[in-house]
């Protein structure tokens, strides 16, 4: 029960310093507008083509910018996790009789949070476009969840980074590493239409079966065959990186 209850108070401070600087969520937002922007309309042409799977292409992007938007959140836990250490407050937190898991909880619930503001928001932008979800209400709900527990896990590769590396700038370039798991995806093409080296990567990537299962909801509704991969991908991904969060915070801690 006091671990529950720490952990509430620190997501709390977390989810107030979030809050304070509502431009770390609008910053992350506005390459999502541009990509509907940019791509979805001038591309919409696309769909013409043999074998596309949707007639809405803009529809069929959308995954892929929810997705990206949540994969790049775990750059910002780990800039967020640096500067409390730089300012000293994670060294109080340490000297506090507070749960390490709290601590850990704590900071992973913030970026949660993030992610969840971020996907309504583009959600909600989708809708507004004129973008047609196929699996309803429920689909809404689906992908929200989904990407919210994908945020956390991205996060968690974030707060690894910050605690092994403890460099500003290193944690500054954070984001160059999370760009490719982004991209390389069949976020603008099935996979049908890839080639060469690009494909290989495309089935490598674990955020791609992610994307599909979120797209999928999106634009054909509720097709399990499709949808489940990325659920079993997703849940093992989320485990594995929670494991190792746990781990390399208790050793940093330690």
């Given at each position: 029960?006091?671990?529950?209850?720490?952990?509430?108070?620190?997501?709390?401070?977390?989810?107030?310093?979030?809050?304070?600087?509502?431009?770390?969520?609008?910053?992350?937002?506005?390459?999502?507008?541009?990509?509907?922007?940019?791509?979805?309309?001038?591309?919409?042409?696309?769909?013409?083509?043999?074998?596309?799977?949707?007639?809405?292409?803009?529809?069929?992007?959308?995954?892929?910018?929810?997705?990206?938007?949540?994969?790049?959140?775990?750059?910002?836990?780990?800039f967020?996790?640096?500067?409390?250490?730089?300012?000293?407050?994670?060294?109080?937190?340490?000297?506090?009789?507070?749960?390490?898991?709290?601590?850990?909880?704590?900071?992973?619930?913030?970026?949660?949070?993030?992610?969840l503001?971020?996907?309504?928001?583009?959600?909600?932008?989708?809708?507004?476009?004129?973008?047609?979800?196929?699996?309803?209400?429920?689909g809404?709900?689906?992908?929200i969840?989904?990407t919210?527990?994908?945020?956390?896990?991205?996060?968690?590769?974030?707060?690894?980074?910050a605690?092994r590396?403890?460099?500003?700038?290193?944690?500054?370039?954070?984001?160059?590493?999370?760009?490719?798991?982004?991209?390389?995806?069949?976020?603008?093409?099935?996979?049908?239409f890839?080639?060469?080296?690009?494909?290989?990567?495309?089935?490598?990537?674990?955020?791609?079966?992610?994307?599909?299962?979120?797209?999928?909801?999106?634009?054909?509704?509720?097709?399990?065959?499709?949808?489940?991969p990325?659920?079993?991908?997703?849940?093992?991904?989320?485990?594995?990186?929670?494991?190792?969060?746990?781990?390399?915070?208790?050793?940093?801690?330690?």
């Amino acid at each position: 029960m006091n671990v529950a209850r720490e952990t509430y108070f620190i997501y709390l401070r977390n989810l107030k310093t979030l809050l304070g600087q509502p431009a770390l969520v609008i910053s992350t937002l506005i390459p999502s507008v541009f990509m509907f922007l940019f791509f979805g309309t001038p591309l919409r042409g696309m769909t013409s083509m043999p074998g596309f799977p949707a007639d809405d292409y803009a529809a069929y992007i959308t995954g892929m910018i929810i997705v990206m938007a949540v994969v790049m959140n775990g750059a910002d836990v780990a800039f967020s996790l640096l500067t409390d250490m730089l300012s000293g407050y994670f060294d109080k937190l340490l000297l506090a009789p507070v749960n390490r898991f709290s601590m850990l909880m704590g900071t992973l619930l913030r970026s949660g949070t993030r992610a969840l503001m971020q996907v309504i928001v583009i959600v909600a932008l989708a809708l507004t476009l004129g973008v047609s979800f196929q699996g309803g209400w429920v689909g809404l709900v689906a992908i929200i969840v989904i990407t919210t527990v994908f945020g956390i896990a991205t996060a968690c590769v974030g707060l690894i980074i910050a605690l092994r590396s403890k460099s500003l700038q290193m944690t500054q370039n954070t984001q160059l590493m999370f760009m490719p798991l982004a991209f390389l995806t069949t976020g603008f093409m099935p996979k049908e239409f890839l080639t060469g080296w690009f494909k290989w990567a495309v089935t490598l990537n674990p955020v791609d079966y992610v994307l599909v299962s979120v797209r999928t909801i999106i634009v054909y509704g509720w097709e399990w065959g499709a949808i489940l991969p990325g659920l079993w991908v997703l849940a093992a991904t989320t485990v594995i990186l929670l494991i190792a969060a746990t781990w390399t915070y208790n050793r940093a801690t330690a």
